[in-house]
């Protein structure tokens, strides 16, 4: 789990995207793109025309596959927090993640993930507390009797993983040692728990998943990620999804507290407020910063 510094873990706690990444607006890599937000339709998502006054554009500029992605995003100009900027994020993330599948294909690699395909929508799925508030308030959004159905598979989820005993362990990851909760991601694959977005095989929040989601790209075929054996992913070298774990944490911290997807309404329960807002472009900095960290 990425529950410590920034680099990406492999193997049983990464997972698919269900679905082949999109575009972020981003036709080739130079000065003068724009890295649109991807909406995970956010009431509060920046608009991408600066000339309304409410947005600024920051710079980007990010080494990529050997070379140097430079483009600029739309961040609002007052205080805001990261969960109002996510659809920033996802476009920053969707630009690596384009440029990765791009680099694999030039190789000559395939990209296997297709829609129906929810093999790895069975992995533990470590997401931030930013994507963790976002996907509750999405749940509790919801009409009935849509949300409660939603909610009972989180119930039914955790009830699993309390009869498994995995409770303590999933929601404190950082107090076990690394071998212990990488076992625990082997388990809980084994537990053969269904993301509860799962529908049909497909992700059933396509443009709201978490961006650890669209990170999960292979080129192996579908049956190895049903086996946890031999996946050949796709590697993304700016990892999107680990710098939002640690965007607005204390850096002092050894561990970031990345939640298990399932468990987003048992973490709610006693979760810390969200951090106050801050100028977007600070918060904007601070993320590409933390982004230039992961990887290599
Ligand atoms: S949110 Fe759930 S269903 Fe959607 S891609 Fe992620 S793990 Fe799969």
Redesign the pocket.
């Known amino acids: 789990m990425q529950h410590d510094r920034t680099r990406p873990a492999p193997g049983p706690f990464l ?5 082949f990444p999109r575009k972020a607006g981003l036709t080739h890599v130079d000065g003068s793109d724009t890295l649109q937000p991807v909406t995970g339709e956010h009431p509060e998502s920046p608009a991408s025309d600066p000339s309304a006054g409410t947005v600024e554009m920051v710079p980007v500029e990010l080494t990529v596959l050997g070379g140097t992605l430079r483009a600029t995003i739309p961040v609002p100009r007052g205080a805001t927090t990261p969960g109002a900027m996510l659809d920033v994020f996802r476009g920053v993330a969707e630009a690596v993640i384009h440029l990765s599948v791009s680099s694999v294909q030039r190789q000559g690699r395939a990209i296997s993930c297709r829609a129906g395909c ?1 093999a ?4 533990l ?1 470590p ?1 931030s507390e930013t994507e963790a508030r976002d ?1 509750i308030a999405y749940v509790e959004g919801l009409a009935e009797p849509r949300r409660s159905e939603i909610k009972s598979r989180f119930a039914r989820a955790v009830e699993r993983l309390d009869t498994a005993g995995m409770r303590d362990l999933l929601m404190a990851p950082w107090t076990q040692p690394v071998d212990a909760a990488r076992a625990a991601g082997v388990e809980y694959f084994r537990l053969g728990i ?6 049909n095989e ?5 443009l ?3 961006i ?3 990170e ?1 790209l292979v080129t192996s075929p579908a049956e190895r990620c049903a086996n946890l054996d031999g996946v050949d992913g796709v590697r993304i070298p700016r990892r999107a999804s680990i710098a939002l774990n640690h965007l607005g944490q204390d850096p002092a911290r050894s561990h970031t507290r990345s939640v298990p ?1 399932t468990m987003i309404f048992e973490w709610a329960k006693t979760a810390q407020p969200p951090p106050p807002p801050r100028p977007g472009a600070q918060i904007a900095r601070e993320f590409l910063h933390l982004l230039d960290r992961t990887g290599g």
């Open positions: 997972f698919r995207s269900g679905s929810g790895c929508c069975r992995q799925v997401i996907l269904p993301c509860p977005f799962l529908e497909s992700c059933g929040i396509h709201r998943r978490p650890i989601c669209r999960y997807l």
